[in-house]
């Protein structure tokens, strides 16, 4: 494999060198040498050099000199709050679509500048223009993915397709579905045909109310835990990421995966340059490296994740170029929609409505009993302790 | 004791002072702020009248921060005394055998408890070996309390301990010498003496647990809310942080009046502890 | 005192409890497959990954040198408070000091950890500090919410000396401060060495203040294992903490041998 990478590098090296785009990152290669640029990414979303995989941040050092400082966070919304406060410069965020649309309307992201990435042209078309950036000022596909269901053919019977099979009876206690309300609301707008960028609070009521029935069936809202659940066989339906399906499969060959009719989620996760960036010259080096053939293909071998580069998908070496369920064939025919950035009365509508779906249906009045009696017991012992103390002091005296 | 000296001492709370003014209380100020402002930062009570939607979250949370807190101290009071009894030499390892646990990732301590707890988990797998029924524990409040218990249950050992090793040990033996069975000297005697660090253990232990959010979304199944996870939500999903400085500016009074009932309970027993010195 | 059976078993079952999920932490990090739910076979394969991962070994040396820093700070300005707290008359003063002392136990961490983000970036526009966020900031944070454990334990500590104690040491030739060092600090030394541990344990695993108030150039640990949840927590993870773990036990395990050789040695060097 390294090999492999080292002929492929060597190739791409002649051949980029032919290029006049090249000249410019060459003319500027060596006064970046000894900078450094803060990179902030989804976690365990880069080929970091485990089981003999690129380590594609070490790769970046050596060709250029530039240290990079590695940052990991966990969610869209916590990397936006860290951006937000402004304490911390950072060169390069790989968000997702609906929060690149944020970043860019509250101008925490900046223009990149496209004469400095030579392999932008190695993007799929269709990952261009996409509503998040129409004019392709922003930022540069990273990875792509779909929500689907996945399932354990062990205890699911034929072969199911459409979002109903969450709604199952039959599978009650089986069920698990996404412990974050946008995701978990996607799943019932799609099942009723709602789009999931609604601003109409009925249509969320609606969906809201879809949940709310199926929440009896329901083993549990989930989010990481899912891989251990899946591939353990606690539970058997559940939707999540196409990628994820993939190495859960590997661990449990019984789980089947497919794509409701219905139509799912479809994200792209960008990368973006930060306003606060304080080497944006580096940064336009990592994207452009990062788009380079061999760097975007080790990405998506180790991420499992469809990757938007077309260079990936046409090189033989790509072990999961066939692989359908990354790749469908009929890609173009499913119905697919972007999560678009809510308003804050939209936003404000999902999160109560989600609060009520936690609280609602669950038995109380133990709580009520058991806070109630311990009041009680707790009173009794004061009053004991204070007539006991006053006896033993008029005692004393 | 002279004034100076007295003096002096109440100096050294003087850095812990300083430190507290600017890192507790201006980011709790802050608090308050966002409590009683809106997203464009004009004064509004809606925050507040919005909290009477979560009356029933706030309850569970106390509920089951104080059947926590109840079972550590039944739990960790024995041991506390136990190693307090030991030899020296052996208490220091025991109070790290006890901490250490809680220096493995938190997170993955948690997904242990899921492997164990689960249906088709190391407990039910046990069960079904030895031909018994299998017992549903995982997604259950029982296991959010069994988290919490297993994950504050050191912090309630460790006041405990410390204030029963070397406890006057003369008081104990007059006590003896007096005529007083095994229960009564305990009950007389070193009960009362270790109030106090009873009561730093309730603190430690229920006021975290009240407000803790991971261990409901993992070992609850997310099927019923905290507090904590309401909270956490309000600044992790829907980035409204008045909302969330609101929930958790309540949450704190009430703990306050928790504690403050507490301390309340706790001084009269600590004057009958002093009587009996 | 003897020690009864009934103690024996009932400290086992204690320690069982606290450790049978350390247990399927080191079964799992044996894992041949990148599974923590399912065991799929055997190997040594994630502690070979382990060692080769330079960003999480970077973050866990970062991580003890931040709970040992932040530890030791929070210790030494606990003590001073809680002997300046256990000085101070009852009244609201002093009810109103704890209160404050105890407001980082209350708060949720993420409202902690967002509140000192903002106060951090505030001090840094009026230090006119680009990029505030590192280190410092990180441990600002941790001591402060070590703060009210440590005094928690001393408090209790301070409570049951006899005040004529120190008066005592005072009539005998010392001067106040030697007072406290020779005879109050080795009597409530068992609160603070729980306090430090508290203090040091809480550093270790905090993850959502930390997050927050971290920047790009030290991350630690809980970070970093957090951040995996998107995707899947690793057993490289699983394969750290048991090194971890082992080496604790070893590291006990060896002070008490030496305990055992030099215990009196030992006691005379605790006196100093």
């Known amino acids: 494999m390294k090999k492999f990478f080292c002929v492929v590098f060597s190739v791409l090296l002649i051949a980029l060198s032919a290029m006049p785009a090249f000249a410019v990152e060459s003319k500027n290669y060596d006064h970046l040498r000894g900078t450094e640029i803060n990179v902030y990414n989804w976690g365990e979303y880069i080929s970091d050099g485990s089981d003999g995989a690129l380590d594609v941040n070490a790769q970046f050092e050596k060709e250029t000199g530039i240290?990079?400082?590695?940052?990991?966070?966990?969610?869209?919304?916590?990397?936006?709050?860290?951006?937000?406060?402004?304490?911390?410069?950072?060169?390069?965020?790989?968000?997702s679509d609906y929060m690149i649309a944020r970043l860019i309307e509250e101008g925490l992201v900046q223009k990149i500048d496209f004469s400095n990435i030579p392999n932008y042209a190695n993007i799929m078309d269709k990952y261009k223009n996409l509503y998040f950036d129409p004019n392709n000022e922003y930022s540069v596909p990273y990875n792509v993915g779909m929500v689907g269901i996945i399932y354990n053919t062990k205890i699911v019977e034929g072969n199911p397709d459409s979002w109903d099979l969450m709604w199952n009876e039959k599978y009650s206690g089986q069920i698990m579905n996404f412990n974050n309300p946008r995701d978990a609301f996607a799943v019932a707008q799609f099942k009723l045909g709602i789009s999931i960028n609604t601003t109409d609070a009925n249509q969320w009521e609606r969906a809201y109310e879809e949940l709310k029935k199926q929440k009896p069936l329901v083993q549990s809202y989930v989010m990481d835990e899912v891989f251990n659940k899946m591939e353990s066989g606690e539970a058997a339906i559940v939707s999540y990421y196409a990628g994820d399906f993939l190495t859960m499969h590997d661990n449990n060959p019984d789980l089947a995966f497919y794509y409701p009719k219905e139509g799912m989620n479809i994200f792209v996760d960008s990368v973006c340059i930060p306003t606060s960036s304080q080497n944006k010259e580096a940064a336009e080096l990592y994207i452009n490296f990062l788009a380079r053939e061999d760097i975007a293909l080790a990405n998506a071998e180790y991420l499992c994740y469809a990757s938007p580069n077309k260079k990936v998908l046409e090189n033989e070496d790509y072990s999961l170029r066939d692989e359908e369920i990354l790749y469908p064939a009929n890609q173009d025919e499913l119905i697919t929609e972007y999560f678009h950035n809510l308003d804050p009365d939209t936003q404000f509508i999902m999160t109560s409505l989600w609060d009520n779906l936690k609280i609602d249906g669950n038995q109380i009045t133990g709580v009520y009993i058991g806070l109630i009696s311990f009041v009680v017991i707790v009173a009794v012992l004061v009053i004991f302790t204070t007539v006991r103390k006053k006896r033993r002091a008029s005692y004393y005296d | 004791m002279n004034k100076k000296s007295t003096f002096y001492q109440k100096l050294c709370a003087s850095p812990h002072i300083l430190w507290s003014a600017i890192f507790i209380i201006v980011p709790l100020l802050m608090v308050a702020y966002y409590s009683f402002t809106d997203a464009n930062g004009s004064f509004t009570m809606e925050n507040i009248y919005r909290l009477t939607d979560y009356t029933d979250t706030f309850l569970r949370s106390l509920w089951y921060g104080?059947?926590?807190?109840?079972?550590?101290?039944?739990?960790?009071?024995?041991?506390?005394?136990?190693?307090?009894?030991?030899?020296?030499?052996?208490q220091t390892t025991m109070i790290m055998l006890v901490m250490i646990p809680m220096w493995m990732n938190f997170l993955i301590r948690t997904y242990a408890w899921m492997n164990i707890l689960e249906d088709s988990g190391v407990i039910n797998k046990m069960l079904s070996f030895l031909h018994l029924p299998n017992l549903h524990m995982i997604n259950t409040p029982s296991a959010v309390i069994l988290g919490m218990v297993y994950n504050f249950l050191p912090y309630m050992i460790l006041p405990i301990y410390s204030v029963l090793t070397k406890l006057d040990r003369s008081l104990v033996e007059a006590a003896q010498d007096l005529g007083a069975n095994k229960f009564n000297v305990f009950l007389k005697v070193i009960f009362p003496m270790s109030v106090s660090g009873i009561v730093s253990g309730i603190t430690m232990v229920f006021v975290p647990s009240v407000s803790t959010f991971y261990i409901s979304q993992k070992l609850g199944g997310g099927t019923f809310a905290l507090i904590g996870d309401i909270i956490e939500m309000q600044f992790q999903v829907s980035n409204n942080f008045n909302f969330g400085?609101?929930?958790?500016?309540?949450?704190?009074?009430?703990?306050?009046?928790?504690?403050?009932?507490?301390?309340?309970?706790?001084d009269t027993e600590d004057a009958g502890g002093g009587m009996v010195v | 005192m003897k020690k009864s059976a009934f103690s024996k078993i009932y400290i086992f079952l204690i320690f069982a409890f606290l450790y049978?999920?350390?247990?399927?932490?080191?079964?799992?990090?044996?894992?041949?497959?990148?599974?923590?739910?399912?065991?799929?076979?055997?190997?040594?394969?994630?502690?070979?990954?382990?060692?080769?991962?330079?960003?999480?070994?970077?973050?866990?040396?970062?991580?003890?040198?931040?709970?040992?820093?932040?530890?030791?700070?929070?210790?030494?300005?606990?003590t001073l408070a809680a002997i300046g707290i256990d000085k101070m008359k009852k009244g609201w003063r002093r009810s109103m000091l704890m209160t404050v002392t105890d407001i980082p136990m209350m708060n949720p961490e993420i409202v902690t950890g967002v509140s000192m983000m903002l106060l951090f970036v505030f001090i840094g526009a009026f230090l006119k500090i680009n990029g505030v966020l590192g280190f410092w900031t990180l441990f600002i944070a941790h001591v402060t919410f070590s703060l009210p454990y440590v005094i928690l334990n001393i408090m209790p500590k301070l409570k049951q000396i006899d005040p004529h104690l120190a008066e005592a040491a005072q009539d005998l030739g010392c001067t106040p401060a030697k007072a406290y060092w020779k005879v109050i600090l080795p009597a409530i030394k068992p609160g603070i060495v729980s306090g430090f541990i508290m203090g040091f344990t809480l550093s270790l695993d905090d993850f959502i203040i930390s997050y927050?108030?971290?920047?790009?150039?030290?991350?630690?640990?809980?970070i970093r294992i957090y951040s995996m949840t998107k995707k899947r927590v690793t057993p490289d993870m699983y394969a750290l903490s048991t090194i971890i773990f082992v080496v604790i036990l070893v590291m006990l395990i060896i002070i008490n041998l030496s305990d055992l050789k030099g215990d009196s040695k030992k006691r005379k060097k605790g006196a100093e």
């Open chain 1, 67 to 95: 240290k990079v400082n590695y940052n990991t966070f966990d969610s869209n919304e916590n990397m936006y709050n860290k951006l937000k406060g402004g304490g911390a410069n950072y060169d390069i965020v790989i968000p």
């Open chain 2, 66 to 90: 104080i059947i926590a807190t109840l079972i550590c101290l039944v739990m960790a009071y024995p041991i506390a005394y136990f190693i307090s009894q030991s030899k020296a030499r052996a």
């Open chain 2, 245 to 266: 400085a609101a929930l958790s500016l309540v949450l704190m009074v009430l703990i306050l009046i928790c504690m403050a009932f507490m301390n309340k309970f706790s």
């Open chain 3, 20 to 78: 049978v999920p350390i247990l399927i932490i080191c079964v799992y990090s044996f894992n041949a497959s990148n599974s923590t739910g399912v065991m799929t076979g055997l190997s040594v394969k994630w502690y070979a990954e382990l060692f080769k991962d330079k960003v999480t070994l970077h973050a866990c040396y970062n991580t003890i040198i931040l709970a040992i820093t932040s530890a030791v700070t929070a210790t030494v300005l606990g």
């Open chain 3, 212 to 222: 927050f108030v971290s920047g790009p150039k030290f991350q630690t640990l809980p």
